[in-house]
């Protein structure tokens, strides 16, 4: 045996991609799992373009989706089934679960059937896998770690960094591109007032002001900039312009969208998120969390995740590194749930 | 079946003789082409829940020294032996942390390594008994097997605990295999298990996709099982490299005789484990003398970590030569 282990290498001997774990005919064990996503899973969409999966929890069309990912009002649109409902309310939102429960004019929906236990570390998953327009497709995993709380990892930022160069102003030293600041039009130089009404005089009160707050959370940030001064065409006399030289300032308010601080800074990636594409914007501070390993993708979160027996075990709430994604338990997603009833009205608050 | 038929010319080439393609205690799913029903998922699902929770307990996190990352790695015997990759391991005999699912930590040295296949061992310096997983020895795995791959991704994690990820094997060459169970810094060195619980690979890297995870295959470390426990460095890398050969001495001159000998022995090094002393007058390396503490250095420093040489020293008027291993040092 030793001898004939160093003869020349043997070409690799391959599997055919439909045998393997995503192919067509292990798909095709669980396909009769897949018609309880065409009934009970809906389909994000931003107009045309599929935005993520959300969870249908009543017949009448309320249905479940992760609130940071969701498009516009104006261009929202969910497809259960092969029906498109294109009036969708926003009932009421949790920042802490990142979940907002939707409302579309349906009925007859087929609600999603929630389990019982909770799947333990192994059990085979099942979740929204890529999707036409008609037909819904579901991927497989495990449950790959115990169940657990994901916390301050990283923290929610406006991109901005502090020019401290001013005693008892808070100035805005520069933005990172990828920031919320950025896309809502803050510029270097602002000298920020007041954050959510409370006045800030310190680059430490605007840290305390942020403190536990999520990404995808919007503040309200009041600032004061310099009015850009039209010049002169024709100026006579050499000095003059320096006499009539007086800022004027002008105030402004900004509504930011606060992101994850590695989304912004991305010079701060580890390795592991480089090797991971574009993962999950909000993929930290969640209560509790299953694990699994199935391999989604940044917007393909939001719809339900099933054990073999065609039960919900969670939701699908994050894409967060190429081996790992996050679903909401069961048991805290039906609290919410409930919670999200109570706060729009539905049913009586206890 | 295509790929079955190729696989059986493979066992014939590696001299398996009669191979048995469906051995008595094979699962029935890992002869299907690819599961037929639920109920098949079901079977394949039981049979890893049942061997995960003793594979999890032998799975430890590698942990290198300040800002040199971590890795995993897996034990194989009662007494703490683990097999892990030489690009976690790095070299022969140096001090890194095991820690165990629960937490707990012990002091690891690392033994030999096949640095062109991404081999290694390392000994946990503790007391056993650990928890430790069986070998699969007689290499039984074939392509399409359902296997399941463990590690601590990204670091130690308490409150996650090990993490499992469920795969096939895709493809199979000599000493490469590829899964589509996805791996991620910090797997590195982890196990690959069939579902029978027995040890069947270590992960070694992956590519940009993600279903493109490579491991290297328990026969590599079947063969080179002795001399990685003797600790050798094997091979010229890529997966480790050597460091400069390293005695563990400092040295000083006589003025007045002009021979170089021993100021200093540093504990736990090549000099002191060869039983080198204080004093000593060292007079050859080989067959090579030197004139003065430069020309030992000289000679010294064309040899690599794991060389063995032979020196000559006195000692209470005395010559003698011994054999000893050089350490390295960055």
């Keep these: 045996m030793g001898a004939m282990l160093f003869a020349p290498i043997v070409a690799g001997q391959s599997l055919e991609s439909e045998f393997r774990k995503e192919g067509t005919r292990v798909r095709a064990a669980y396909d009769e799992l897949t018609e309880i996503f065409q009934a009970s899973s809906a389909v994000v969409y931003d107009d045309w373009k599929k935005d993520g999966y959300g969870v249908v929890v009543s017949s009448d069309g309320q249905v479940l989706v992760k609130a940071s990912e969701l498009p516009a009002l104006e261009t929202l649109s969910l497809r259960i089934g092969r029906k498109k409902y294109s009036e969708v309310e926003v009932l009421a939102t949790s920042a802490d679960w990142d979940v907002s429960l939707l409302k579309v004019d349906a009925e007859g929906l087929t609600a999603i059937e929630f389990s019982e236990s909770e799947p333990g570390h192994g059990s085979i998953v099942l979740s929204n896998g890529a999707t036409s327009n008609l037909k819904r497709r579901a991927q497989m995993g495990v449950i790959a770690a115990n169940a657990r709380e994901v916390g301050e990892g990283q923290l929610a930022v406006l991109g901005i960094q502090m020019d401290g160069s001013v005693e008892g102003e808070v100035k805005v030293g520069g933005i990172s591109p990828q920031s919320g600041a950025k896309d809502a039009g803050m510029e270097k130089g602002d000298q920020i007032l007041s954050i959510e009404g409370e006045a800030v005089a310190k680059n430490e009160e605007v840290a305390e002001l942020l403190r536990g707050r999520k990404p995808g959370e919007m503040i309200k940030i009041l600032v004061r900039r310099e009015a850009k001064q039209e010049k002169p065409l024709e100026v006579e006399d050499p000095f003059a312009h320096l006499a009539e030289f007086e800022p004027s300032f002008e105030e402004l308010e900004f509504e930011v969208e606060l992101r994850e601080r590695q989304i912004v800074f991305p010079e701060q990636f580890t390795r592991n998120d480089m090797m991971s594409g574009k993962f999950s914007e909000r993929r930290t501070n969640f209560p509790r969390i299953l694990q699994h390993d199935t391999s989604l993708a940044d917007r393909t979160t939001g719809g339900p995740l099933l054990t073999l027996d065609g039960k919900c075990v969670g939701m699908n709430i994050a894409y967060v590194s190429r081996e790992c994604s996050y679903a909401i338990p069961a048991k805290e997603l039906q609290e919410l749930l409930g919670q999200l009833r109570a706060e729009a009205g539905m049913v009586p608050a206890e | ?330």
């Design chain 2, 1 to 330: 079946m295509k790929y079955l038929g190729s696989l059986a010319m493979l066992g014939t080439l590696f001299g398996f003789g009669s191979l048995s393609v469906s051995g008595a205690d094979r699962h029935y799913f890992n002869d299907l082409d690819a599961p037929e029903s639920v109920e098949d998922l079901v079977n394949i699902e039981t049979a890893l829940k049942s061997v995960l929770p003793s594979t999890r307990a032998a799975t430890v996190c590698l942990e290198l020294g300040e800002e040199k990352g971590s890795g995993s790695g897996v034990i194989v015997s009662p007494d703490g032996l683990i097999l892990t990759a030489a690009h976690v391991s790095g070299g022969v005999n140096r001090t890194i942390e095991a820690v165990m699912e629960d937490g707990t930590r012990y002091p690891v040295r690392t033994l030999g390594l096949i640095s062109n296949t991404d081999a290694a061992m390392a000994q946990i310096e503790g007391e056993g008994p650990f928890p430790y997983v069986e070998v699969d020895r007689e290499n039984e795995t074939m392509l399409g097997d359902w296997v399941m791959a463990l590690g601590h991704s990204g670091g130690f994690d308490l409150e996650r605990g090990v993490v499992v990820r469920l795969g096939r094997v895709v493809r199979m060459a000599q000493r490469t295999w590829q899964t589509d169970g996805t791996l991620i810094g910090g797997d590195s060195g982890g196990p690959l298990f069939d579902l029978q619980g027995r040890l069947i690979g270590i992960h070694s890297r992956v590519g940009k996709v993600k279903l493109e995870n490579l491991h290297v295959p328990m026969s590599d470390f079947v063969e080179n099982w002795d001399r990685m426990l003797n600790e050798e460095f094997v091979g010229d890398g890529p997966f480790a490299t050597r460091l400069p050969g390293y005695l563990g001495v400092q040295l000083e001159k006589d003025e007045e005789s002009g021979e170089v000998s021993i100021a200093e022995v540093m504990a736990d090094e090549a000099a002191e484990k060869a039983g080198l002393q204080k004093g000593d007058i060292l007079l050859k390396v080989g067959e090579e003398g030197f004139e003065d503490v430069e020309g030992l250095q000289g000679l010294l420093k064309e040899k690599s970590e794991g060389d063995v040489i032979s020196l000559t020293y006195r000692r209470d008027d005395e010559e003698q030569t011994v054999e000893l291993k050089l350490g390295g040092r960055e």
